[in-house]
């Protein structure tokens, strides 16, 4: 069953650039005090399991609150803290889309294996996979890559979605590094499965899918200009153009409201 916040991703109009692309548009809506509750839970365990809090923070003297702020998030302050958890906030969001609006399979592992809380991890940003067939070896399986961009402050575009575009070109080189990290980790938790399914998509030349990709700008009301996107959004010399998804998702005030849910994941640890 989808997390309760997804129910205030609203699906809106999209949009047709002057190349005749087709863009996604979203809207988040505010939460009330409750979703944001369950909100942050959800982004909380991205992080830490809430049953391995209490296990990891002894000997720290922190407490569950303390032990996350200090130790676990990125910071809400201190530079580049805040644009780092602009950026893993928004990744999480674009792996929620692409698991609970569109069936993929997302992998989400990454950010509880950040050695560094207050830097973003390298590799592809998220990464999703849709098997056919249980021994994942029909050439219709599904593997799609996001580039995601965020600007949750100001009052200019800053083509946001263009940059998520030029930034998704370059997947394809990081993808073989991207598996085999997930693979790894997953063989270290004992996940074997999960690790044999990756393993499906790590050779397309002799065990042949479909490779999607996908760009997505995620930014504050203030900053959405659906005419900039129209007219500055270009997909021409992405190489995998044809294969290439297009998403926008707006919303209030976004970094008051993603430092709201990392205050309430610390406190209500």
């Not at 505010?30 to 369950?38: G, Y």
């Not at 044999?196 to 997505?216: C, L, V």
Request: glycine residues 6%; negative net charge; aromatic residues 8%.
């Amino acid at each position: 069953m989808p997390p309760d916040h997804i129910a205030l991703l609203i699906d809106d109009e999209p949009l047709v650039t002057d190349e005749g692309e087709h863009v996604e548009v979203w809207r988040i809506q505010t939460p009330d005090a409750d979703d944001l509750v369950s909100w942050a839970k959800h982004v909380r365990e991205h992080y830490c399991l809430d049953s391995e809090i209490d296990g990891l923070r002894e000997g720290t003297g922190l407490s569950r609150s303390e032990y996350l702020t200090n130790l676990v998030f990125p910071d809400s302050t201190e530079r580049p803290g805040p644009s780092v958890r602009a950026g893993d906030f928004t990744e999480i969001l674009i792996s929620d889309y692409l698991e609970y609006s569109l069936g993929y399979t997302v992998p989400r592992i990454k950010f509880a294996e950040k050695a560094v809380r207050n830097e973003p991890v390298k590799g592809v940003d998220v990464i999703g996979y849709m098997l056919i067939d249980e021994d994942g070896n029909n050439p219709d399986d599904r593997l799609v890559t996001y580039e995601v961009k965020a600007k949750l402050t100001g009052n200019a575009y800053d083509d946001t979605l263009q940059k998520a575009i030029d930034h998704s070109s370059k997947d394809f080189l990081r993808l073989a590094e991207t598996l085999n990290f997930l693979k790894r980790k997953y063989k270290d938790k004992g996940q074997y499965e999960e690790a044999n399914k990756i393993q499906r998509f790590q050779n397309k030349t002799d065990k042949s899918y479909i490779y999607e990709s996908g760009a997505a700008a995620v930014i504050t009301s203030s900053t959405y200009d659906e005419a900039a996107i129209v007219e500055n959004t270009e997909t021409v010399n992405h190489p995998n153009s044809e294969l290439l998804a297009l998403l926008v998702i707006s919303g209030d005030d976004l970094m008051v409201l993603v430092h709201s849910i990392y205050l309430s994941a610390a406190n209500d640890a």
